[in-house]
């Protein structure tokens, strides 16, 4: 049978075909359908994934080819990509939330012949930005979502994007089949011949996937990945993440995103049971209710936990604040203390269980009773969160990578962990820094190129094979590296002054009033700053003025503005003189991955926002408005 066939040694198919026949009927997969949590075993994501495979095959899908999967995070995600790998195919993930246009420029740019997509919708979507031409001449369609299907044929949505109306007439019709079809057909997915000659020709050194950037500075690029990359960072991780195949993670992430691939590949080593939860917005609840031993996440779900609970402590009255503020003091000194290898005393341990009585597990329960870990990446996490997170009981693991790395460049351990730093290199990266403090890095993990960007590669990777990352850090005498800013976003005033802007971004971001923060003030006499206010703020003026109220009455309201203000004094406070925000302006809009203004990762798009606010930005700068 397929199932038996070997693939080679460090190619994705080999490590994962190793995994599942050693674990066969245990759980792999849980995932939420009809209102249940649902098993999918290790076969079963072996067989599934053997059976679209094929399709894809027959469909004449060659080994190299390109193969672009645009959809959210997801089981059918999951079985979809391995099953790219397995037809010898190359996987050119596509996040969720881009556009029809931009999903357009990724598959035209890859080359793809074949896209597995989320549903209808999406395809819709598509076919508005090319007029139908692209994807009309791809080998196969796949829908992956059968809900979003049957919702097409209820007529919940415009029957216009239902499967038979999709534009195709006559034959192009057959080239469109659902995920259901393919994984439930009785015909066995190919002999096991046929399946031999697939697998001999796929090698370590072969290419994997086309990973794009989320294109924080500039147009997104294809950053290739072989599978010796993917094998050399899946190796490193196992060895550091402390987790085994009694494990289970809670998965979120977009798994377009360098982050996201990772800690689903990670599980082909490790074999621990991955819980795809029902989005960002009910992580927590599915963490409630599946009591994950581990999860990995972008700084803004801790964030926002300490935030709500912050806010729930203040709306219990003034006594329920300050227990609050005293145990989470509590916690965060104990967290210090046990960072720095101090031993407390008897006093301070009396302290730190009653602080974990009253208040401590309780913010701990949040995320689950069994949680052990949790990583963080995709941005700064911040010391002070960090401490906060660590003594209510969350060992958050703060890491750092990037796409063009093959993910994990440093990571924090259970064992060695530094307060505000990205960790030590993982096993096999070499790290340096250059003399503007660029943090440069080698491994058997870096990318090979950017697809078809020859120029753009040059840019990036030396003939030393160094790759030159953007960011700023440094490192302390123990060799833990902090990241302190993007080469390119450094601002040096019109007064010759060096400022890192996400620093102060970071600081105002604190403050419970704001969402997100912009600082500007490149070859300007002074910063100032566009600063978002948070929803809870936003709820507050819209409650006090009427759900009718307009956008730029919001945005004009004098309590919202003075509590950003508040903000922005604070920040102040904290920095240099010439660091200092003279002036601020409340964005209109919450930036947002839809607006095109954040990354799929809910970064900014610091370009994007220039760009879109550049009149809202000179304002702050005429005469009238200086402080």
Not at 378 to 393: D, K
Not at 586 to 613: F, M, N, Y
């Amino acid at each position: 049978m397929a199932s038996e066939v070997a693939f080679a040694e460090g190619t994705l198919p080999g490590l994962f075909l190793v995994t599942a026949a050693r674990l066969g009927e245990r759980p792999a997969l849980r995932f939420h359908a009809h209102g249940l949590w649902r098993n999918l075993s290790w076969r079963g994501w072996r067989d599934a994934a053997f059976h679209v495979a094929a399709d894809l095959v027959e469909a004449g899908i060659e080994p190299g080819d390109r193969v672009a999967l645009w959809a959210g995070t997801r089981v059918e995600w999951a079985v979809s990509d391995l099953a790219i790998a397995l037809a010898g195919a190359v996987s050119v993930p596509i996040y969720p939330t881009v556009t029809g246009v931009q999903a357009h420029e990724i598959i035209a740019h890859s080359g793809a012949r074949a896209l597995l997509v989320e549903g209808p919708t999406q395809l819709a979507r598509l076919f508005v930005a090319d007029g139908k031409k692209l994807a009309t001449g791809l080998l196969r369609i796949v829908l992956l979502d059968e809900r979003a299907i049957a919702a097409v044929h209820a007529g919940e949505v415009p029957r216009e994007i239902s499967i038979g109306t999709l534009g195709f007439t006559g034959a192009q019709k057959k080239k469109v089949k659902t995920y259901g079809e393919l994984v439930n057909r009785a015909v066995a997915p190919g002999s096991e011949t046929w399946w031999a000659a697939r697998a001999a020709v796929v090698k370590s050194s072969d290419l994997a996937a086309i990973v794009y950037t989320s294109g924080t500075t500039g147009v997104p690029k294809g950053a290739c990945l072989s599978h010796a990359n993917f094998s050399f960072q899946v190796r490193s991780m196992a060895d550091l993440a402390a987790v085994d195949e009694r494990d289970e993670q809670l998965l979120f992430l977009p798994l377009a995103h360098i982050f996201g691939k990772q800690m689903l590949l990670l599980q082909y080593r490790v074999g621990f049971t991955t819980t795809i939860a029902r989005g960002l917005l009910h992580a927590l609840d599915d963490a409630l209710e599946v009591e994950p031993t581990f999860m990995a996440s972008v700084p803004r779900l801790f964030e926002k936990v300490q935030a709500a609970c912050l806010s729930e402590a203040r709306q219990r009255g003034r006594r329920s604040e300050a227990l609050f503020a005293w145990g989470t003091g509590v916690g965060r000194k104990w967290a210090r203390m046990r960072e720095r290898e101090k031993h407390p005393s008897a006093f301070a341990r009396a302290e730190m269980e009653w602080a974990q009585k009253v208040v401590l597990d309780k913010i701990k329960r949040r995320f689950g009773r069994r949680l052990r870990l949790a990583i963080s990446g995709g941005a700064p996490l911040g010391e002070e969160l960090t401490e906060w997170l660590w003594g209510a009981g969350v060992p958050v693991l703060e890491a750092y990578g990037m796409t063009e790395a093959g993910g994990g460049v440093t990571a924090n351990r259970p064992e060695s962990y530094c307060f505000g730093s990205v960790g030590k290199p993982v096993a096999g990266v070499e790290i340096r820094l250059a003399a503007d403090g660029e943090v440069v890095v080698r491994s058997p993990g870096v990318m090979r190129g950017y697809w078809r960007d020859s120029d753009a590669t040059g840019q990036i990777l030396d003939t030393e094979g160094w790759l030159h990352t953007g960011d700023v850090g440094r490192m302390n005498h123990e060799g833990f590296l902090s990241i302190t800013d993007r080469k390119k976003d450094l601002i040096v005033t019109a007064g010759g002054k060096n400022v890192a802007p996400q620093r102060l971004e970071a600081l105002l971001e604190k403050s419970e009033a704001v969402s997100f923060a912009l600082v500007v003030g490149d070859a300007r006499p002074h910063l100032v700053a566009l600063v978002a206010p948070s929803p809870e703020l936003v709820a507050g003026v819209r409650a006090r003025l009427g759900a009718c109220a307009s956008v730029a009455e919001i945005a004009a309201d004098r309590e919202l503005v003075q509590a950003l203000g508040r903000a922005v004094e604070s920040t102040n406070t904290q920095v240099a003189s010439f660091e200092t925000i003279k002036r601020f302006a409340v964005l209109p809009d919450e930036p947002s991955p839809e607006a095109g203004t954040l990354t799929p990762t809910l970064k900014l798009r610091r370009r994007i926002l220039l760009e879109r606010h550049r009149e809202l930005i000179n304002s702050l700068y005429l005469p009238e408005n200086a402080r």
